[in-house]
């Protein structure tokens, strides 16, 4: 079966702070992604990867940055965090061949104070 | 730019009652159209994903349309019940092959 965990369910952060999250799959993807999920604006993708190593912004990646040295792992990183970045935040993977379909992890909801 | 667009936002519908959830996409240039599950508070739970050589996908009381051309796919559920009680995703596979647009959903509620 296939599974994409994510480190954290709920984290609180204060402003300012540098906050890791964490999304590992245990499928083989090649592809791997992070969006924020917010109410009225859906989800947007906020980076995307297509390899070890290899990052591409999506559509809102200000703010964020992202890691990838391993092909199970990609870690989104909030280098300093906002009150403007509370939000569920969503990873998935999938693989380069067709039909690509996307696989999601349970969510990690951030609030930033 | 792909835009996906699901209408009605939210639906409230008596339990045994059929229904249809609309998604709309403005780029008919799409791989493949995925519908998905989000129950409150939790992550996405994939339902079906039509690819663009197919025009339909079943699975047991579920059924998604595809039509390229129009530009429209549709979530049939059949005899709906209270546990299907929850937002619907619709998103397109565009451009990039793995990226997806996302529709806002659909909140529907199965009322006993």
């Known amino acids: 079966d296939v599974k994409v965990t994510q480190s954290s369910r709920y984290l609180v952060k204060r402003t300012g702070e540098k906050v890791f999250l964490e999304c590992v799959q245990d499928?083989?993807?090649?592809?791997m992604f992070w969006y924020r999920q917010d109410p009225g604006l859906g989800l947007r993708l906020i980076y995307f990867?297509?390899?070890?190593?290899?990052?591409e912004k999506g559509d809102i990646p200000e703010g964020y940055s992202v890691s990838r040295e391993k092909k199970e792992r990609f870690s989104l990183i909030l280098e300093s965090a906002s009150t403007n970045q509370t939000s569920m935040y969503l990873c998935a993977s999938s693989s380069r061949r067709p039909p690509w379909e996307q696989y999601f992890g349970p969510g990690t909801r951030l609030t930033v104070t | 730019k792909q835009e996906v667009t699901q209408i009605p936002a939210a639906l409230s519908v008596p339990e045994g009652e059929n229904l249809v959830l609309n998604c709309s996409f403005t780029d008919s240039a799409i791989y493949n159209l995925q519908w998905f599950r989000q129950d409150p508070g939790k992550g996405l739970t994939s339902l079906l994903l039509i690819q663009s050589s197919q025009r339909e996908q079943t699975s047991g009381r579920l059924n998604a349309s595809l039509d390229k051309s129009s530009g429209r796919s549709t979530l049939y559920i059949a005899a709906s019940q209270p546990g299907d009680s929850a937002t619907y995703l619709c998103a397109a596979y565009t451009g990039t092959a793995s990226k997806l647009t996302f529709g806002t959903g659909t909140r529907l509620q199965v009322t006993l």
């Open positions: 499928m083989d993807h090649e592809n």
């Open positions: 990867s297509y390899d070890v190593k290899m990052k």
